[in-house]
Nanobody, 116 residues
Framework: VQFMEFGGGLVQAGGSLRLSCATSGFTFSSYEMSWFRQAPGKEREFVASISKTSSILEYTDSVKGRFTISRDNTKSTVYLQMNSLKPEDTAVYYC??????????WGQGTQVIVSS
């Protein structure tokens, strides 16, 4: 199982980034995909999730209206479009694959830094 997360970086407040998490080695279309983040000194927290067919999207309140999660099952990739970024969005962002009765997988993380 492999995860390749990219798209993180340094951006000014108000800017945008698009994170990608390209996966292989498991049946991507059978998994719910999520993004989590962990800021320095804080616990990892849920950001957004997308169901297997993209029919159900969920977001934590602090990113609603600014972030959009999407997926392409033909490319085994999940995305997180982040707009109107704020300094409090600074964190390492991780993608997660979860399915009932199957192993859970995590990516290695990509750093996002939002300067004020």
């Amino acid at each position: 199982v492999q995860f390749m997360e990219f798209g993180g970086g340094l951006v000014q407040a108000g800017g945008s980034l698009r994170l990608s998490c390209a996966t292989s080695g498991f049946t991507f279309s059978s998994y719910e995909m999520s993004w989590f983040r962990q800021a320095p000194g804080k616990e990892r927290e849920f950001v957004a999730s997308i169901s297997k067919t993209s029919s159900i999207l969920e977001y934590t309140d602090s990113v609603k209206g600014r972030f959009t999660i999407s997926r392409d099952n033909t490319k085994s990739t999940v995305y997180l479009q982040m707009n109107s970024l704020k300094p409090e969005d600074t964190a390492v962002y991780y993608c997660k694959a979860r399915a009932a009765l199957r192993p859970t997988y995590w990516g290695q993380g990509t750093q996002v830094i939002v300067s004020s």
